[in-house]
């Protein structure tokens, strides 16, 4: 784990001086390794990705007082991404509130992206049917969305304050029940019950659960501005339009049972600016620890697609020549 501009800590794979170079974003309550299982088949394939941990989670500084917002997130990138990155453009894989990032991100700094894909975006008309559909979804967020004070002291009880291993031993404790909130909050009904046909259910059971070693490492500052600001209040139609405007590659990967981000606001998005939408029969919002290997390869083959990607770096989504 390397630690660059503004704070902000990320893990790496592939070689420094190749292209395409790609930036993983994950969600609310994760890291970045959370998306290790989509990102090592990019690798594999001759791409160089770099996946950071968000401002307020996991390894990353947590400012105590900062609000969370998109345009906190998005200053902490920018300052990321030219330490670590430098001026070469790069293509954005977000995932559930790491897509929305991703879609802003873009909007904002077209002349340093070349294409986003949404994974599992929680897009959302209105804060209205935001609030239904992840209070209806999500235990944690309804705690948040109607008591948020219970939710601050669960947070703080099961997260500690600051040190990491305090904030772990304390969780250890809890983790029977996270676990079947987790499966809950995802639609599984249970971590022990994943079937996919995508992956060993062994492998789909470690990466859910390595979510859940992961989902206390933040603080409630960073949890709640991030979850209420940049998700529950978040629109993104003004960034689809601007990326529109701009003809920029675009696609949404969705699983078709996601009960926490609909999968219809995914298909009036993607009909929107005549973009690709790929659906996943019987997936969840834990789409990328049940379908990992098949979003890993639509992803290789997205950026492949795109012409100034194939001369860079031949065809991605085949491996390399």
């Given at each position: ?14 070689a420094?001086?190749v292209?395409?170079?790609v ?5 609310l ?17 001759g791409?160089r ?15 105590p ?25 790069v293509?954005?894989?977000g995932?559930s ?5 991703a ?24 804060t209205?049917?935001?609030?239904m ?25 099961i ?34 019950a ?5 992956a ?7 990466r ?8 206390w490492?933040h ?6 501005g ?7 209040e ?7 339009e ?7 590659p675009?696609?949404f ?18 009909a ?32 492949d697609?795109?012409?100034d ?7 991605l989504s085949?491996?390399r020549g």
């Amino acid at each position: 784990m390397r630690r660059a501009g503004f704070g902000l800590a990320y893990f790496e794979l592939g070689a420094t001086d190749v292209e395409p170079v790609v930036v993983a974003l994950h969600g609310l309550a994760s890291t970045g390794r959370s998306l290790r299982p989509v990102l090592g088949s990019l690798a594999e394939r001759g791409a160089r990705v770099l996946a950071p941990d968000l401002l307020g989670h996991g390894a990353s500084e947590w400012p105590p007082d900062a609000r969370y917002d998109v345009d906190d997130h998005l200053a902490a990138l920018d300052a990321w991404a030219e330490s670590a990155i430098g001026p070469r453009p790069v293509w954005l894989v977000g995932c559930s509130m790491g897509s929305l990032l991703a879609l802003a991100w873009a909007a904002r700094r077209p002349d340093r992206v070349r294409g986003v894909a949404a994974i599992s975006a929680p897009l959302f008309a209105s804060t209205s049917e935001a609030r239904m559909w992840l209070g209806r979804a999500d235990p944690l967020a309804w705690l948040m969305l109607h008591a948020p004070w219970a939710a601050r002291v669960l947070c703080r009880t099961i997260c500690g304050q600051r040190v990491p291993a305090r904030r772990l031993s304390t969780a250890r404790r809890f983790g029977p029940l996270l676990a079947r909130v987790l499966a809950s909050s995802y639609g599984l009904g249970s971590v022990d019950a994943v079937r996919s046909k995508d992956a060993d259910p062994k492998d789909v059971h470690a990466r859910l659960l390595d979510g859940l070693a992961d989902c206390w490492l933040h603080s409630w500052p960073s949890l709640y501005g991030s979850f209420l600001h940049c998700i529950v209040e978040r629109r993104a139609g003004p960034d689809l339009e601007r990326l529109r405007a701009r003809r920029m590659p675009l696609l949404f990967l969705h699983g078709d049972r996601d009960l926490t981000a609909p999968i219809g606001r995914a298909r009036e998005s993607a009909a929107f600016g005549g973009w690709a939408l790929e659906e996943y029969r019987g997936g969840t919002h834990a789409l990328v620890a049940t379908h990992a290997s098949a979003v890993g390869r639509r992803l290789a083959s997205f950026i492949d697609d795109q012409p100034d990607s194939r001369r860079a770096v031949g065809h991605l989504s085949s491996g390399r020549g």
